[in-house]
């Protein structure tokens, strides 16, 4: 099928060595390190920042623990529809590694043979990082720049174009959004359930949730004054 990018002349290429070209010049030990960070420490770092968003608001607990533990859940299911979506697409553009089309490149990771475009790391990161802003401002914000920081190690390390990256942004950006209504809509009566529970309900709130405002997520809810940081959807 198509190769996006087969030209040395290339912006796309262009970056792809400049940005690579920093491995190079950097010392063994930092390439290491950039290369277990951009394959597992990221995506690691992701699942936690997940986990630390949920006993925040699970700690926080109030009337609105329902809708932000229903936003939460919805981060790494968006990651893992955001992923699905690319095996077609990756079948259909077909696009090649860059070092197997392109000289001279550090590839800090051995053994990538299956297609280049679009980036999982970079959808999956992304897709929970806009996931968790639904959910939570401040969370939201550091998952997107760990996000934006694992695309940049996929170039690094010389496993992908930038446009790769890019891609795997808007994928992850699109289906996190444009997914997240009907998505926490089916999640939140599954949530307030759970939260009813006498022994699951402290999954969802360390106190008793109180009312029926867990689904006001999309509709304009306020939080009480005083109940603590209040999250991007209510």
């Given amino acids: ?12 290429v262009e970056l792809l060595y400049d940005i690579n070209g920093l491995a190079k010049a950097a010392p063994h030990w930092f390439d290491r390190v950039m290369e277990f960070v951009g394959e597992y420490g990221l995506p690691v770092a992701m699942v ?15 009337p609105d623990a329902v809708s932000s533990v229903a936003a939460l859940v919805w981060a790494p299911l968006a ?4 992923v699905l979506v ?18 001279g490149l550090d590839v800090l990771i051995a053994g990538k043979s299956d297609y280049s475009f679009v980036s999982d790391h970079a959808t ?6 806009v996931g968790l802003f639904v959910a939570n401002r401040r969370f939201g914000i550091a998952g997107i720049a760990l996000a934006l920081l694992e695309g940049f ?15 795997g ?3 992850g950006t699109a289906v996190a959004l444009l997914l997240s209504p009907p998505a926490t809509a089916l999640l939140t009566p599954l949530v307030r359930a759970i939260a009813r529970s ?6 969802v709130s360390a106190r008793p949730v109180g009312g029926e405002r867990g689904d006001a997520l999309f509709t304009g809810g306020r939080e009480p004054a005083g109940s603590g940081e209040k999250d991007l959807a209510a």
């Avoid at 999956?124 to 990082?129: K, N």
């Avoid at 170039?155 to 992908?160: A, D, E, S």
């Fill in 86 to 103: 690319n095996v077609p697409i990756r079948g259909f553009v077909e696009r090649p590694r860059p070092f197997m089309d392109h000289q």
């Fill in 169 to 171: 942004f808007a994928l």
């Fill in 1 to 12: 099928m198509a190769v996006l990018a087969e030209s040395g002349s290339n912006p796309d």
């Fill in 198 to 203: 006498p022994r699951a309900g402290r999954l």
């Fill in 79 to 82: 990651a893992a529809v955001a």
């Fill in 48 to 62: 936690l920042l997940v986990l630390g968003c949920w006993l925040t608001v699970r700690r926080r607990g109030g």
């Fill in 153 to 167: 190690c996929r170039v690094f390390m010389g496993v992908h174009y930038p446009t790769d990256v890019i891609g």
């Fill in 124 to 129: 999956i990161t992304m897709a929970i990082g």
